[in-house]
């Protein structure tokens, strides 16, 4: 096939993004596909190029803002671009971390404590009620991804300065308990045959620190180990909630779901990723491969499913 794969973008994941699409390209390459890679500046200068690629439809390894947020799908859509992953309803729901929480309270999906604060509010007794509480407290902006502006606060101050960097990229802030424990991903994979299922789990343990960007996307920072180890029983409550998430949010072909889980398995969803990281230290190819298939399979098993999907616009 001919596949354009979009990624660049103007969110604060654009390196994530080249490289992600870099990767992707890469791959299909060498499967034999022709690729075109286009850095998309605006969903509407992409749409307007679309008949100039002669393609067979897109690869979407944009990350953040409008090309993961649903606006770049529902573009696609309109001009009956076929694309891969999941459409502009659950692009929405999933890059909306208190709307996503709030579906997943609804489907039995268990989620941290938290509360949403709009930037220039004041820090007041519900803030201080949850540090005494819990400790310690993660604040994070309401969207995005790839740990950007997310920090940790063990006291009112650093909640304060926690509120500042999550409020420089948006508007509203996500200020939840922090869980200790285990940073865990699972990948959710849709099936040529619509079964859908979870890949092996990934354990992250980052060297020093907790999970943020450096940690995300340093070579060796961070060691990574999959199939996590669980009991047969809490690796099957896992995949259970982690393909529960990935449905009642609507999503589709792939996508993949953080979690953090205490030392007794009690299980904490925080995100699903419509549209995950595809570097050489992304997690999802590392699922894939455990679970057996290569790279470019495990792509071109979602470009198949993804482009028989008839988009309701």
Partial sequence: MKIVIAYGGTSPEREVSLNSGASVAQALEAAGHSII??????????????????????????????????????????????????????????????????????????????????????????????????????????????????????????????????????????????????????????????????????????KVGFYDYKNKYTSGCTEYICPAPFSPEAASRLNEIAVTAHKCLGCRAYSRVDFRVTEDDRIYALEVNTAPGMTATSLVPKAAKAYGMDFAEFLESIIRVSFKIKRSL
Wanted: aromatic fraction near 8%; include cysteine; proline fraction near 6%.
């Fill in 37 to 206: 890679l286009e850095d998309v500046k605006s969903p509407r200068s992409f749409v307007e190029k679309w008949d100039s690629f002669g393609a067979d439809g897109v690869f979407v390894a944009l990350h953040g803002g409008w090309g993961e947020d649903g606006r770049f799908q529902t573009c696609l859509e309109a001009f009956g671009i076929p694309y891969t992953g999941s459409g502009p309803e659950a692009c929405m729901l999933s890059m909306d971390k208190n709307v996503s929480k709030q579906v997943f309270i609804q489907n039995g999906v268990p989620v941290p404590y938290g509360i949403m604060k709009e930037k220039g509010s004041v820090v007041g007794v519900p803030e201080s009620e949850m540090l005494k509480k819990y400790g310690q407290l993660i604040v994070k902006p309401k969207g995005g991804g790839s740990t950007v502006g997310v920090t940790q606060a063990a006291t009112i101050e650093a909640l304060i300065q926690g509120l500042a960097v999550a409020w420089e990229l948006e508007d509203f802030a996500l200020v939840e308990q922090y869980i200790p424990g285990r940073e865990i991903t699972v990948s959710v994979w849709e099936k040529n045959d619509g079964d859908v299922i979870a890949l092996p789990a990934i354990d992250i343990r980052p």
